[in-house]
């Protein structure tokens, strides 16, 4: 097992490659084009997804549009999905990525995130009937989330007695809660109201809470000037509010202290 | 500015990756055997069957080969559980597999029973032996032979597009890599190691294949004649 | 609460579009690829003929996901941008070659060898023989398995939405987890890809039959 391990890290220890080009700061790049490309998933409602007219809404996208007002350039948004919100981002086919992106340190060895600009209530919900106060009593059921979310790697790590059941989006999470595949599941807060508004029967409700994340907008490394612009706009639209205004509109909730508290530092 | 390059993270996940790929072994294995028997019964009943017989596996085959497998394993996983049978999703996994690889071995299949000249069934006959045995021994096997190229091709190809199981919650390599991704972000690392995997099991299952078919055919490799 | 509506449908019909430009522009590269890596397979240089093996094995055991994955994002870390058409149109002919390049090989040994001796005693060169005699009988044993393998390409191109594309599965994606209405829209998103695949699927029957019949 040992020496594999070190095999393994030995052989990929250290391979780099000169990659992109040498570029000019992005901040600047940005004001000279006119315009901002913000990558965003579009299937993580009530995050990013499309109104009844399919145009492309929800809280991460009115930020990305509020940003680009305030920095007086156009707003492009780049389609993403999931798994390539960090590849666009590194490869520079998006300027920054705001996509309900939670912060952790792992994360923030590949990419710069800004001061929290929003969170993400994380709850265990379920039907009425069913009873569950902490993870302890999660102990040998089958909880469901969706794959790669933050309430993936939460309940991964703290609740190892649970049978984790990944789905790949919100709405195949939502079919499983719906079909019976599974009762108990995490997921942001928010999601609750959506999956009981589909399913009235099935009676969800917030058990207890997980962790509240805190989300970040994403920036390439190495934009220290693109990332200080990003920090300063962030406080200053926590202060004023208009941050919390937008999380309130879609999410149905207020930001959560500690949030709020990033724009006071 | 300069991406790195950073697989530190195998030294952890490793095992996972490992996981991943084995539950797809198991996965497709199993649907590539059974897929294999209904296609083969399927063929069988598409060419010698009566009019309704052709008619139900000819609309089985339409139906599955041109809709994606995605949607055909919603239906299997979801619902099958709306009609209150709970299955795990590597059964159901594996249901949807089986009911696609079927169909596309039907096809196969038929395309290689068809190619089997009449001749043979007429020989058959005149050595007096009965429907089942002229169909194992004179039709199946040879026909086989035929399309075994495309029928191994078409297998690998169910193994790359296992996948998709990930969607119905199958924890398999393409499953595994994604959650991955996510912890560490480090998405071209994840990338170029899933694919390193699929390749190599694509090797070893094209191998194993070639080996079958040494072992199946003996005809041939002793004559070294080609059909 | 967004209701599924008109509106989610008609998104969903326009994304076809993207479908089956996808495989348009697949098909085209792939056809291209194809026939040159056929050639190589059969060619009488040895070097040619493991490459071009290589080249098969390698790409037909890579989940295209990857290569469209690699072809834009991966070329990019290398300085190479290319546009999404151009990336998805590379991955594309890089995979749909190395199949259909297997494909028309078996087909190329089809005919039969008295046809090529036929055509060496009549003092035919190399690429006489190809374009006047092997490949005319060659193209009418491969229609049949060339359009069957553009059935689950044009299912495939639901890939590239890797790279950007709002194509019909993805368009449904966004419906799905707009509306939460899963099994009504992947019904929808299934019909519609049964509505393109399956004329395909009658041609290329229709074109065996008529093959047979000239035999």
């Given at each position: 097992m040992k020496?594999?391990?070190?095999?393994?890290?030995?052989?990929?220890?250290?391979?780099?490659?000169?990659?992109?080009?040498?570029?000019?700061?992005?901040?600047?790049?940005?004001?000279?084009?006119?315009?901002?490309?913000?990558?965003?998933?579009l299937t993580i409602s009530p995050y990013g997804k499309v109104d009844d007219k399919m145009?492309?809404?929800?809280?991460?996208?009115?930020?990305?549009?509020?940003?680009?007002?305030?920095l007086g350039v156009e707003l492009e948004l780049v389609a993403t999905t999931a798994s390539t919100r960090i590849?666009?981002?590194?490869?520079?086919?998006?300027?920054?990525?705001?996509?309900?992106?939670?912060?952790?340190?792992?994360?923030?060895?590949?990419?710069?995130?800004?001061?929290?600009?929003?969170?993400?209530?994380s709850v265990i919900a379920g039907p009425k009937g069913i009873n569950a106060k902490s993870i302890d009593d999660l102990e040998g059921k089958k909880v469901a989330v969706t794959r790669s979310t933050t309430q993936d790697s939460d309940l991964t790590a703290r609740a190892k007695k649970s049978q984790i059941v990944r789905y790949e989006d919100d709405a195949t999470l939502s079919l499983a809660i719906a079909s019976g595949q599974a009762d108990l599941f995490g997921t942001a807060f928010a999601q609750i109201a959506t999956i009981n508004a589909k399913n009235p029967s099935r009676e969800l409700e917030a058990k207890f809470t997980l962790q509240t994340f805190l989300l970040g907008i994403g920036v390439r490394k190495g934009e220290p000037e693109l990332l200080a612009w990003l920090n300063s706009w962030v406080k200053e639209n926590l202060r004023n509010g208009k941050l919390g205004a937008i999380h309130k509109t879609f999410h149905g909730i207020d930001l959560a202290p500690e949030t709020v508290k990033a724009g006071f530092n | 500015m300069a991406y790195k390059f950073n697989f530190s993270f195998l030294a952890d996940r490793w095992p996972a990756f490992l996981e991943g790929a084995w539950l797809t072994v198991q996965l497709t294995v199993t649907s590539i055997a059974l897929g294999f028997l209904v296609g083969t019964i399927c063929a069988v009943l598409r060419v010698y069957g009566n009019g309704l017989t052709r008619r139900i596996v000819g609309a089985y085959v339409e139906i599955i080969r041109n809709t994606?497998?995605?949607?055909?394993?919603?239906?299997?996983?979801?619902?099958?559980?709306?009609?209150?049978?709970?299955?795990?999703?590597?059964?159901?996994?594996?249901?949807?597999?089986?009911?696609?690889?079927?169909?596309?071995?039907?096809?196969?299949?038929?395309?290689?029973?068809?190619?089997?000249s009449k001749t043979q069934l007429e020989a058959a006959d005149c050595l007096g032996l009965s429907r089942f045995d002229t169909i194992v021994h004179v039709v199946l096997l040879p026909a086989m032979e035929r399309v075994y190229p495309a029928l191994s091709s078409q297998f690998v190809l169910l193994m790359l597009a296992s996948s998709v199981t990930s969607q119905i919650s199958a924890e398999e390599l393409t499953a595994v890599a994604n959650v991955i991704q996510s912890d560490t972000y480090r998405s071209f690392e994840v990338y170029l190691i899933v694919a390193a995997l699929y390749i190599s099991l694509s090797f070893v299952y094209r191998f194993l294949f070639t080996l079958t078919g040494m072992i199946l055919f003996v005809r041939r490799r002793k004559l070294g004649t080609a059909l | 609460m967004i209701q599924f509506g008109p509106a989610h449908v008609i998104y969903i019909l326009e994304a076809v579009r993207w479908t089956v430009v996808l495989s348009l522009v697949a098909f085209a590269g792939g056809a291209v690829l194809g026939l040159l890596l056929a050639l190589a397979r059969v060619s009488r240089s040895i070097l040619l003929r493991a490459f071009s093996a290589a080249y098969i094995q390698t790409v037909q055991g890579t989940p295209l996901l990857i290569l469209l994955f690699l072809a834009y994002f991966g070329l990019s870390l290398l300085g190479y941008r290319l546009a999404p058409l151009v990336a998805a149109g590379l991955a594309l002919t890089l995979y749909v070659g190395a199949f259909l390049g297997e494909i028309w090989r078996g087909c190329i040994q089809a005919v039969p060898r008295t046809q090529w001796e036929a055509s060496d005693c009549l003092g035919l060169n190399r690429f006489q023989q190809y374009a006047y005699i092997i490949l005319p009988q060659a193209i009418r044993i491969a229609t049949p398995p060339t359009v069957g393998f553009m059935v689950q390409v044009v299912k495939n191109t639901s890939l590239a939405s890797v790279i950007g594309f709002v194509e019909l599965t993805r368009a449904g994606q966004i419906v799905n987890n707009s509306t939460f209405q899963p099994l009504m829209v992947f019904i929808l998103v299934a019909a519609l890809y049964f509505a393109i695949c399956y004329p395909l699927s009658v041609a290329s029957r229709a074109l065996e039959r008529k093959l047979n019949v000239a035999r």
């Open positions: 020496t594999l391990k070190f095999l393994v890290l030995a052989a990929v220890a250290g391979w780099t490659l000169q990659a992109m080009p040498a570029q000019a700061d992005l901040l600047s790049d940005i004001k000279a084009a006119k315009k901002i490309r913000i990558s965003t998933d145009q492309p809404s929800g809280s991460d996208v009115e930020i990305g549009k509020l940003l680009a007002k305030d590849p666009n981002l590194q490869t520079g086919k998006a300027d920054i990525t705001i996509s309900s992106l939670a912060i952790t340190p792992a994360r923030a060895e590949v990419v710069d995130f800004s001061v929290p600009y929003a969170d993400q209530l | 994606p497998l995605l949607v055909q394993m919603f239906i299997v996983y979801f619902g099958i559980a709306s009609l209150g049978v709970k299955l795990s999703a590597e059964v159901s996994a594996v249901i949807a597999l089986v009911i696609n690889a079927g169909a596309y071995t039907t096809e196969i299949m038929r395309a290689g029973i068809e190619s089997i | -």
